[in-house]
């Protein structure tokens, strides 16, 4: 699996500077910030210790900053890190930025009241190993929120060459109960599905996934 993330890390590194000039990652769409301003509003008032997991260019942590809560950025591309800090210090905001993998989170465990996932689900190489680190580092009553789109037809060979998308087991048409369900063996309460709004013109399914870590009793 090293070779394969590695792979994928050194094509962030190297193509991350086109990331906002694509208009399927909608980090310059006023509609999809809107839309993640209302999923991210439902943690509830700040300030809360939040992790943006694959942060890339940081559209859901500088969200979260906006309201209000103590944001850490993660990421494996340097590229897109960067970028990411530039935007934070234009904007006049305050972003812990680190670079690191998804499947093995640096940090302690219970260290966040919350974490979200854009655009991610689909990008692991180990779904299962990289939803327990989410639970690991989550406080107990902490709530993760999570988007999946499942591919659609002549989407192959979108972002990687076939043969690596080919080891990405939620590069796929998976069901989003399927996703859901790596959700609840991690650990995960209150497990829930719920298709995202359409943006007008386009045939694209999201849904969004979320749960919470269980308080310990």
Known sequence: MNDLRETMRARWNAKGHHYDHADAHGTKSPSEKERWRNILARLGPGPLDVLDI???TGFVAL??????HRVTGLDWSVTMLDQARVKVREAGLKITFVEGEIEALPFAAASFDALAARHVLWTLAEPERAIAEWYRVLRPGGRALADFSPRRPGEKG???PPEIEERLPLNRDVRPEEVA?????????GVDVEPLPRDPGSDRVTYLISGF???EV
């Open 63 to 68: 969200i979260l900053a906006e309201l209000g």
């Open 158 to 160: 979108h972002h990687y």
């Open 213 to 215: 870590r269980p308080r």
């Open 181 to 189: 369900a790596l959700f609840v063996n991690a650990g995960f309460a």
């Open 54 to 56: 694959g942060t890339g």
